[in-house]
């Protein structure tokens, strides 16, 4: 799926665009099992909206926008598990990460039309910061995506900053960290955008009459612990390439709702 030059371009840029990782076929089948997790969950107590609160944007604008926003898909339907192992999504991680990858977690994020939320600029690395920063998001884009629907953007090169200063839950100061200092990554449907943790990303609001629909899978290298005890999930851990190099009995840590 990639060549060394890629690899290199990941490791100066922080991110990189993959083409045709999916094909139609699995596209589809993801955009109706997020169908039908938004169906379930508008029938359960646990829908809601997940639009980032703060001062980004004027008040007034941000109670208009929504996004649906849900963890952890792949317990909700198969077509997610299958595309965290995806032979393809292995060809890629193996060489940005190593031989050896676990999944972390998975989440989809649909902003509908006219109205879908943006997310300000931040890094991912406050939610769940581990010690050697091995971790990335693999971004699987369902709908095409341009800045009309609120497409990623990133900062080229800003993970060799490290960790920067956060405020709210958690992004970076808009006025220091407007939008428009990053650098869109328009794709089309079955393309994934793979970005390191630390690479400084947000997007726009969806001002289009189109869906913006991404699901994002985080892996680690397994040698690569959390410093902080926050964002575990119940099964969190599984290889999806390679070997777990620490053997040690994996229990569940859950108390049963």
Not at 23 to 47: P, T
Not at 130 to 158: F, K, Q, R, Y
Not at 161 to 185: F, I, M, N
């Amino acid at each position: 799926m990639i060549k060394a030059d890629d690899v290199q371009f990941y490791k100066d840029n922080g991110y990189l665009l993959v083409r045709g990782v999916f094909s139609s076929e699995e596209v589809e089948q993801m955009r109706n099992a997020v169908n039908g997790i938004i169906d379930r969950a508008a029938k359960s107590k646990f829908d809601g909206n997940a639009t980032w609160q703060g001062d980004y944007l004027p008040p007034e604008e941000l109670k208009k926008l929504v996004l649906k926003g849900f963890h952890d898909v792949h317990y909700h339907d198969a077509s997610f598990t299958r595309a965290a192992v995806h032979p393809n999504m292995t060809a890629v991680l193996s060489q940005l990460i190593g031989p050896n990858v676990q999944l972390h977690h998975s989440k989809m994020l649909v902003k509908p039309p006219e109205k879908g939320a943006a997310f300000p600029l931040h890094q991912d690395t406050p939610y769940f910061p581990h010690a050697d920063h091995t971790m990335l998001a693999a971004s699987v884009h369902l709908d095409d995506s341009d800045m009309e629907n609120g497409c990623l953007c990133v900062i080229p090169g800003s993970h060799k900053q490290g960790l920067l200063p956060h405020v709210g839950r958690y992004y970076l100061d808009h006025k220091e960290y407007p939008l428009s200092a990053s650098t869109p990554c328009p794709a089309s449907a079955g393309d994934v955008l793979f970005f390191n943790y630390l690479t400084i990303h947000g997007s726009d609001v969806n001002r289009s009459t189109r869906n913006r629909r991404n699901v994002l899978f985080q892996y680690r290298d397994p040698t690569d612990l959390p410093t902080e005890d926050v964002h575990v999930n119940w099964g969190q851990g599984l290889m999806v390439c390679g070997e777990n190099p620490v053997y040690k009995a994996y229990q569940p840590e859950y108390a049963l709702k």
